[in-house]
């Protein structure tokens, strides 16, 4: 068993650092203790197999290389040999029974339960902008969870998108955990009239990169425009204050300064852009404070024609910005913002063409929320697939 051990320590150890030395320099992270982090990895990947046998954790070596690990690599890392899974989650001082997908070369895949502690992870913004800039793009469901995608409850996300796209219309989104960096998502990448929803990041960037600007008047101006999402209050904000705080924003956030224009406030945005726009205006409001955060955080509690929020917001605590708009050249129905669920935090990026879908919508949401609880070990896959109707 200690020649297992042994063996089993030196092999993550050796993966930890096959990545670290061919880490390209995308995916490097710019602004975090590097070597903090590749010994952080080595321990949690160490200790989460060790679970498996019971034991506790040995002391691992100190030399590391002084470079930046991508957050999907680290998953391929920990993930056992043989096993196509790629699982982030990281649970507060508890175990869970996950259940994986194994490629056996005689009857393919085969469903195999686990029982893995794992550590929980304070949400890291640099972490979680690069797992959202990695997400691939396509035609098909994406999870960091493969064994997701064949739920019932994945079932009936496709069943909605192909309604969608029966009928001509796009949609994507993203449904990120905030505390593990676990992925599902569809078309990411695609390009959306962004709408009203664009006003949820500019309110956020204005209290945190401006907060001596919040006086009285501006205050009502900047709550008209999250609740009932005036369109002159919004205009009158960007009069007197312009778009320097959206550049600070999207400096803060890593999504390219293109999307600003001082002559379109409401400007095209991929999924991933408004998904990293509110990773940033999550932070803003519980990590990397100030004296307006809770404030401006209240506004957001119930926003006008937000679908989130009315399939979600009677059993959760949702913060959002929705967007609609409908004319010869721009039509959209979006939604944007942060759910909280069971001790844990998410944000969830919807975004479409189809402006008179509102209550497919609100039924998508409902669907990644039942996607949130299989991923976050609410429920389990087996439990999910019998209860599912």
Same mark, same amino acid.
């Given at each position: 068993m200690?020649?297992?051990?042994?063996?089993?320590?030196?092999?993550?150890?050796?993966?930890?650092?096959c990545?670290v030395?061919?880490?390209?320099p995308?995916?490097?992270?710019?602004?975090?203790?590097?070597?903090q982090?590749v010994q952080?990895?080595?321990?949690?990947l160490f200790?989460?197999s060790?679970?498996?046998f019971?034991?506790?954790t040995a002391e691992?070596?100190?030399?590391?290389?002084?470079?930046g690990?991508?957050?999907?690599?680290?998953?391929?890392?920990?993930?056992?040999s043989?096993?196509?899974s790629k699982?982030?989650?990281?649970?507060?001082g508890?175990?869970?029974?996950?259940?994986?997908?194994r490629?056996?070369?005689?009857?393919?895949?085969?469903e195999i339960?686990?029982?893995v502690?794992?550590?929980?992870?304070?949400?890291d913004l640099?972490?979680l902008?690069?797992?959202?800039?990695?997400l691939?793009?396509?035609?098909?469901?994406f999870c960091?969870?493969?064994?997701v995608?064949l739920s019932?409850?994945?079932?009936?996300?496709r069943s909605?998108?192909?309604?969608?796209q029966?009928?001509?219309?796009?949609l994507?989104?993203?449904?990120l955990?905030?505390?593990?960096?676990?992925?599902f998502s569809?078309h990411p990448?695609g390009?959306?009239?962004?709408?009203?929803?664009?006003?949820?990041?500019?309110?956020?960037a204005?209290?945190?990169?401006r907060?001596?600007?919040?006086?009285?008047?501006?205050?009502?101006?900047m709550?008209?425009?999250?609740?009932?999402?005036s369109?002159?209050?919004?205009?009158?904000?960007?009069?007197? $204050?312009?778009n320097?705080?959206m550049?600070?924003m999207? *400096?803060? =956030? !890593?999504v390219s #300064?293109?999307i &600003?224009?001082?002559?379109?406030?409401y400007?095209?945005?991929?999924v991933?852009?408004?998904?990293?726009?509110?990773?940033g205006?999550?932070f803003y409001?519980?990590?990397?404070?100030?004296?307006?955060?809770?404030?401006?955080?209240?506004?957001y509690?119930?926003?006008?024609?937000?679908?989130?929020?009315s399939?979600?917001?009677?059993?959760?605590?949702? $913060?959002?910005?929705?967007g609609?708009?409908?004319d010869? *050249?721009? =039509? !959209?129905?979006? #939604?944007?913002g &942060?759910?909280?669920?069971?001790?844990?935090?998410?944000i969830?990026?919807?975004m479409?063409d189809?402006?008179?879908?509102y209550d497919?919508l609100?039924?998508l949401?409902?669907?990644?929320?039942?996607?949130?609880r299989l991923?976050?070990?609410?429920?389990?896959?087996?439990?999910?697939?019998?209860?599912?109707?």
């Amino acid at each position: 068993m200690k020649k297992s051990i042994h063996l089993l320590n030196e092999s993550l150890l050796s993966k930890i650092r096959c990545v670290v030395k061919d880490a390209s320099p995308d995916s490097i992270l710019p602004h975090i203790d590097r070597e903090q982090v590749v010994q952080t990895a080595a321990a949690m990947l160490f200790t989460a197999s060790l679970s498996v046998f019971g034991l506790k954790t040995a002391e691992l070596p100190q030399e590391f290389p002084d470079t930046g690990i991508a957050l999907q690599s680290l998953s391929d890392a920990a993930s056992p040999s043989g096993q196509s899974s790629k699982t982030g989650a990281l649970l507060q001082g508890s175990s869970q029974t996950v259940v994986t997908l194994r490629e056996d070369s005689s009857t393919g895949l085969t469903e195999i339960q686990d029982s893995v502690s794992y550590a929980y992870v304070q949400p890291d913004l640099d972490i979680l902008l690069s797992a959202v800039a990695a997400l691939p793009d396509g035609e098909e469901l994406f999870c960091t969870r493969p064994e997701v995608l064949l739920s019932p409850q994945a079932e009936h996300v496709r069943s909605i998108i192909q309604g969608f796209q029966e009928t001509g219309r796009s949609l994507g989104f993203i449904l990120l955990d905030l505390n593990s960096g676990d992925c599902f998502s569809f078309h990411p990448d695609g390009r959306f009239y962004s709408a009203s929803t664009m006003k949820g990041p500019y309110v956020a960037a204005l209290n945190k990169f401006r907060p001596e600007a919040s006086d009285e008047y501006t205050r009502d101006l900047m709550e008209n425009t999250i609740v009932w999402s005036s369109n002159e209050d919004y205009e009158t904000l960007h009069h007197l $204050y312009g778009n320097d705080v959206m550049f600070d924003m999207t *400096e803060y =956030t !890593a999504v390219s #300064d293109s999307i &600003i224009d001082d002559y379109n406030w409401y400007p095209y945005l991929t999924v991933k852009e408004l998904a990293q726009l509110w990773i940033g205006t999550y932070f803003y409001f519980f990590e990397d404070t100030n004296e307006q955060s809770n404030w401006c955080r209240s506004l957001y509690a119930d926003t006008a024609e937000s679908f989130i929020g009315s399939a979600l917001g009677e059993e959760y605590t949702v $913060y959002t910005k929705a967007g609609w708009y409908t004319d010869w *050249e721009d =039509t !959209a129905r979006n #939604d944007a913002g &942060i759910l909280r669920a069971d001790g844990r935090d998410y944000i969830l990026t919807i975004m479409s063409d189809s402006f008179d879908s509102y209550d497919e919508l609100e039924e998508l949401a409902a669907a990644l929320n039942e996607i949130r609880r299989l991923y976050s070990g609410e429920i389990e896959m087996t439990e999910a697939a019998a209860d599912f109707p």
